[in-house]
């Protein structure tokens, strides 16, 4: 599975970050492999995994091409401002890269629960 998100260290971002390192001996058990992507550097991410002992890899997409091909680089508001952003989405892919699911509705606290289902 590929987990999109927004930026390292932010509160929602954490969480689901958490929640994915507190149920991922039962993520591997069913056979998925994490990985996060976001459009944070190589450095933000290994401070990220390092401070929440994350047990899975976090990809850079700096130049947002990932993002992009998988449709999750959009418009966003907050505060009442738009701006460009990911759209926190993730991708149960099976073992043949056949995208079987798309999580559209995450929730960050009970993610993991979503993708077991």
């Known amino acids: ?17 958490c929640n994915l390192r507190d149920n991922y001996d039962a993520l591997i ?7 996060g992507i976001s459009t944070d550097s190589e450095k933000s991410h290994q ?5 929440y002992n994350l047990p899975f890899d976090l ?13 999750v680089w959009g418009e966003k508001q907050m505060f ?4 460009m952003g990911i759209i926190r989405t993730t991708f149960v892919i099976d ?11 995450v929730e960050a606290k009970n993610h993991s629960n ?3 289902s």
């Open 1 to 17: 599975m590929i987990y999109f998100y927004p930026k390292d260290n932010t509160p929602t971002c954490t969480e689901q970050a």
């Open 29 to 35: 058990t069913k056979g998925f492999v994490v990985l």
């Open 59 to 71: 990809l850079a997409d700096t130049d947002t091409k990932i993002v992009q091909d998988y449709g």
């Open 47 to 51: 401070n990220f995994i390092k401070k």
């Open 80 to 83: 009442g401002k738009k701006y």
């Open 114 to 116: 979503q993708i077991l």
């Open 95 to 105: 073992e043949n890269g056949i995208i079987e699911e798309i999580i559209e509705k």
